[in-house]
């Protein structure tokens, strides 16, 4: 194709390096997109479920009515916290109810330290799970002479952690 | 291109392979994108989902004022957003006739919810159901759910207009005194809405009539009459405004604007029928939208009475505000609201 004069003498010469680049080119321009399985999208899902679930517990069915959510923490009612939540996250507009399970943690402060009690245990689908996502909610307990422990009597806003997940 | 020993190509040469050349590179590198053409639309079904999802949960829809659910069969193409929250500053709460209005497949078809619920450039199939938890509310729409499709589940709580049930219980407060000699029966109840629209009330619980329907009921009427009569006459049922009347032109089958039942029959706002055993008036925001009302308002429902003698005793005014005895506001109700998207 270059003879001994440097010079490019064939129009053959010149399209066949022409094709070399442009294959070249080509390869190394043309990308591939593969989104990797995750499960974002399923999380999400749940996270909004459950956040949901958190938000109508602490919602007063009348005007001045009684707050479900701070009378469960208040009491420190365990069965009645895992029976509600699970009664509001299992629902279908039809078919069988979901399978979701759950566990409770409540933060509260005690003087200068900050403490955790857990208000409902993980029951047996602990372990061999899918993976659990994490809600939490803020509720203001107001004093209250007859709350015993942990939280105790003073007014306080504590933080209801709950994790979710299908098993 | 000339060959000659000095190995130099022409400048007429170079400058037709420079443009050559860049146009070969240009086209060249968009080729990847015609193999990529391909639009994969299923990756986000669960993103559309999500988005119908919190359109019907958060959203009170558009327009608002008046709301979306009074527009008529004329107007639907005035509807952008049909969302059933009752206001945006109460999300996950809906309001009750905007769930029965969104599931009304007379009214809107599955066009309709692509283009003001969906959203999208892709015609999606969908799949929308509602059910409270005590079973009363359970709708409806869309196709049957296939193998695989974007999902998003909500829980949420249905608010249900509020009700003013005059009843026997009330005789003695709205009954004329024995040394009031008028022949006229006027019972007025009254809309305050400096009262109604307290915005300390969170929108869960207000009471506000321009965007929800408001229930009078008047009950055990045969205690409110007079002597041996057996039913009393009710002229008509008319509306002001402070001290000016309002204009209602609407009659019985106007049911988008109002139901007046006497007795439990439809009728005319100015029915002349006799009543013996109740009154039902349900007023709707597409009415109250024509009264032109403002916060500071004052909304009379006259419901007048004429017999010569009279043949009832109801007098008075009784407040539709958030006094229990005068008003029942249902509980919010929990439910569940699903959307499936392929």
Not at chain 1, 21 to 48: C, K, N, V
Not at chain 1, 115 to 129: A, F, I, N, S, Y
Not at chain 1, 130 to 141: G, N
Not at chain 2, 127 to 148: C, K, M
Request: some cysteine; charged content about 25%; hydrophobic content about 35%.
């Amino acid at each position: 194709m270059v003879n001994d004069s440097g010079q490019l003498y064939t129009m053959e010469g010149i399209a066949a390096g022409l094709v070399m680049l442009l294959t070249a080119y080509l390869i190394l321009s043309t990308t591939s997109i593969y989104t990797p399985g995750d499960t974002h999208i399923p999380d999400m899902q749940l996270e909004q479920l459950g956040s949901d679930v958190l938000a109508m517990m602490d919602t007063p069915d009348s005007d001045g009515g009684e707050n479900h959510l701070v009378d469960l923490i208040n009491r420190s009612d365990r069965d009645g916290f895992n029976s509600t939540f699970l009664e509001y996250c299992n629902a279908r507009t039809n078919g069988k109810p979901d399978t979701i399970h759950m566990s409770a943690n409540v933060a509260y402060r005690d003087g200068d330290r900050i403490e955790e009690h857990q208000l409902v245990k993980p029951d047996e689908t602990w372990t061999g799970r899918e993976s659990a996502v994490r809600v939490t909610r803020w509720v203001q307990l107001d004093q209250q002479s007859t709350r015993g422990d942990p939280y105790g009597s003073r007014a306080q806003a504590v933080l209801v952690e709950v994790l979710l997940w299908r098993a | 291109m000339l060959r000659n020993d000095e190995g130099l190509f022409s400048i007429d040469f170079l400058v037709g392979f420079t443009i050559f050349m860049v146009a070969l590179i240009a086209v060249a590198s968009m080729v990847p994108g015609l193999l990529a053409g391909l639009q994969s639309s299923g990756i986000d079904y669960d993103a559309v989902a999500y988005r119908t999802g919190v359109i019907l949960a958060e959203d009170p829809g558009w327009p608002v004022d008046p709301p979306w659910e009074a527009y008529d069969v004329n107007h639907k193409g005035e509807i952008e957003r049909t969302g059933l929250a009752v206001s945006k500053d109460a999300p996950n709460i809906l309001l009750s006739t905007k769930i029965e209005k969104f599931f009304d497949t007379s009214f809107f078809d599955p066009e309709d919810y692509r283009s003001k619920a969906i959203f999208g450039d892709i015609p999606y199939s969908y799949n929308i159901t509602l059910r409270s938890l005590d079973g009363r509310y359970n709708h409806a729409v869309g196709q049957e759910t296939p193998e695989g499709y974007g999902y998003i589940r909500r829980v949420v709580k249905i608010k249900e207009p509020s009700v003013a049930v005059i009843n026997g219980s009330f005789k003695d407060r709205y009954t004329i005194s024995p040394d009031d000699n008028s022949t006229t029966r006027t019972f007025i109840v009254r809309f305050d809405f400096n009262r109604l629209i307290n915005l300390s009330i969170d929108p869960a619980y207000r009471i506000d009539p321009r965007t929800e329907p408001v229930n009078i009921t008047i009950t055990d009427f045969e205690k409110f009459l007079n002597g041996t009569a057996s039913e009393a006459t009710l002229k008509s049922v008319t509306f002001r405004r402070g001290s000016s009347s309002i204009p209602f032109p609407y009659d019985e089958d106007d049911t988008d604007y109002y139901t007046l039942r006497i007795d439990n029959n439809l009728c005319p706002t100015e029915p002349g029928a006799g009543v013996s055993s109740n009154i039902s008036l349900v007023l709707k925001p597409a009415a109250t939208s024509l009264f032109e009302l403002g916060p500071t308002s004052i909304l009379d429902v006259e419901f007048n009475f004429e017999d010569k003698p009279p043949d009832t005793n109801i007098t008075g005014i009784h407040y539709y505000d958030y006094n229990p005895t005068n008003v029942t506001r249902p509980d919010l109700k929990p439910a569940v609201l699903e959307v499936a998207i392929w």
